[in-house]
């Protein structure tokens, strides 16, 4: 058995004719080749017609449609209806080889695996990656060498914020359409670390080398409060989904739940023995996932601040972590160059997703929970099928571009984004 994986990316109402555009072939052949859609894309129709005269018929999420058989003169069309990027295998069973008949009428032997190479390199010179990058607004102090160290996506996707290193130590926002910058905001001492709206968009807070998280007024600019009871750098600063806590993670080896709607320190969650790097609270928002450079994943009961698992799989630091939408797993991305599955409710560890040749330092899952993003510092964001842990996709960085700071799904799935300093590239999915 043959298969082929290939990405199609193409604008919308474009006709394939895949067979045709290999060589003109009028085709006699004898086998079977089956077409399916392990993953299917929202908003994305594929309609396919065998023969003129045959009816154009949707290919269906999952459906098998026959592209050979007995059939004489027949030619095999795909059309796009819809902007479509739509992973699709191509499988050889039950292979013979076959008569194929040239514009000329000479009869030619051809093998099934050379009719199917021809068939993947057309589908290959096709395919173009659809890739935006946006260039962020800067003062001239900062293009001068300051560098952003953390981004962040408000929950709408209309803004996105950066927090500066230690040269300018600034928060800004800029508009997520066109790059302009919004505003600054000044107030800490060194370079921010984490950046994250609370979910309805309207505060952010900004988390520090300078020991304090402070919360800003989106709208407007102005500092809301300055939190305070870490005794070292915080690394990750995370809201709980229904706005009510904020957590930061320190090198303190500490966890802090605040009140978000006051400021004040409510428990102090400890448990790592080195400095906690990561934080992400579960979708119904009553589980706490920190990762730690002590190569564990602890999940912490938030009413109670008490731990109620302890993931140890991983055989290096872990410095990302991130639950799906439904909450019913948990990755973290490691410093071991994996990405690692858990049932979140119990610990079970699904999988292990190797395909990275270095660092993982950031995950994302899609709304659907159906795939996951991860980056590395090997200047690949590969997509993985959560169902059976295949890769789907690999995206590669820009040229110039070295460390993606986050990467974030937009909320209709349909795009990922990765930024940079200074940068954001968008993907169509």
Known sequence: MITISVTINRPANVVWDYFTTIGNWSKWYSGEVKAVTPTWQKGADIVWASGGASPVTKFVPGQEICLGGMWMDTTYQFISQGNSVTVVNFIESDPKDGASYNDSGAAQRVKWENILQKFKKCVEDESRETRRVLELQVQDSQARGDRICSMAFSPDWHTIA?????????????????????????????????????????????????????????????????????????????????????????????????????????????????????????????????????????LWDVASGTSRLTLADHTKTVLCVAFSSDGRTLAGGSFDKTIILWDAANGTHQQTLAGHTNVVHNIAFSPDGRILASVSTDKKIILWDVANGNQLR????????????????????????????????????
């Open 162 to 298: 950066g927090g500066s290193s230690d040269l300018d130590k600034l928060v800004s926002l800029w508009d997520a359409t066109d790059g302009k910058k919004l505003r600054n905001m000044k107030g800490h001492a060194k370079e921010i670390n984490s950046v994250a709206f609370s979910p309805d968009g309207r505060i952010l807070a900004s988390a520090s080398g300078d020991k304090k998280i402070t919360l800003w007024d989106v709208a407007n600019g102005k500092k809301l409060r300055d939190l305070k009871g870490h005794s070292k750098e915080i690394n990750s600063v995370a809201f709980s989904p229904d706005g009510r806590f904020l957590a930061s993670a320190s090198t303190d080896e500490k966890i802090i739940l605040w009140d978000a709607a006051n400021g004040k320190k409510l428990r102090a969650l400890t448990g790592h023995t080195e400095k906690v790097q990561s934080i992400a609270f579960s979708p119904d928002g009553r589980i706490l996932a920190s990762s730690s450079w002590d190569k564990k994943i602890i």
């Open 394 to 429: 690999s995206l590669t960085f820009p040229t110039d571009r070295d460390r993606a700071l986050c990467i974030a799904f937009s909320p209709d799935g349909l795009t990922l984004a990765a930024c940079f300093s200074y940068t954001v590239t968008f993907w169509s999915i």
